[in-house]
């Protein structure tokens, strides 16, 4: 039978030991994110917007453009690069998935550890216009109060204003500023360099 009070020095241990096992387990991802968000050389700036704190990818059900459901979470495991919008895609809509498509060619090598994501909330047909455009994307249908819950516009923003940016542990980390520009793509793009440079040694490509 346990003893009170003698047996308590050992429960204690026990819990440091398992507190320390999982800090161990954690530190590669813990040392990235230090080294993006608190050592900042030269006075960097982010362009993009800190989320603070991170939220999760939700249960939220998808469906792909044909008809095949899924579930959000399945995203999981790679950078995500995404934008909302309606079926419709006005010139705006259609700019943002530009810049997501460019941002991630231009990381190069490292493109196959980002995916861009097109998030489509509601039932409206996709312009097959813009299909051939897709080619490279994850076209996703997603309710829209759900996703509401989850990703968050800028003060005096709409939802579909911004790119969000997902970590491969499924966080929404970032948002950029929205209706962004060329010149706001090129900071961007330092923003990613950033990401994957500091995130190289634990985060690999593919799922």
């Not at 080294?35 to 006075?43: L, N």
């Not at 399945?74 to 259609?94: E, F, R």
């Not at 996709?126 to 996703?140: E, G, I, N, Q």
Request: charged share 25%; glycine share 6%; aromatic share 8%.
């Amino acid at each position: 039978m346990p003893t009170p009070g003698r047996d308590a020095p050992r429960t204690a241990v026990g819990r440091w030991k398992m507190i320390a096992v999982l800090l161990v387990c954690a530190s590669p991802v813990i040392a990235s994110y230090f080294t993006y968000y608190v050592i900042r050389p030269e006075g960097r700036r982010n362009y993009g917007e800190l989320v603070d704190p991170q939220r999760p990818l939700p249960v939220m059900p998808t469906t792909t453009l044909d008809g095949k459901p899924g579930q959000i979470a399945a995203l999981k495991g790679q950078w995500l690069l995404m934008s909302v919008s309606g079926a419709a895609c006005d010139a705006a809509c259609q700019q943002r998935l530009y810049f997501q498509r460019q941002l991630r060619e231009a990381l190069g090598k490292e493109k196959d550890r980002l995916d861009w994501i097109w998030l489509v909330n509601d039932e409206a047909a996709v312009d097959p216009r813009l299909m051939p455009a897709l080619s490279s994307s994850t076209t996703l249908r997603v309710p829209a109060a759900a996703l509401s819950q989850w990703l968050l516009p800028a003060d005096g923003q709409k939802l579909e204003d911004h790119i969000y940016l997902v970590d491969p542990l499924g966080n929404w980390m970032m948002r950029f500023p929205a209706n962004m520009d060329a010149a706001g793509a090129a900071k961007a793009k330092r923003d990613l360099d950033r990401l994957m440079r500091a995130s190289s040694s634990w985060d690999k490509e593919g799922r």
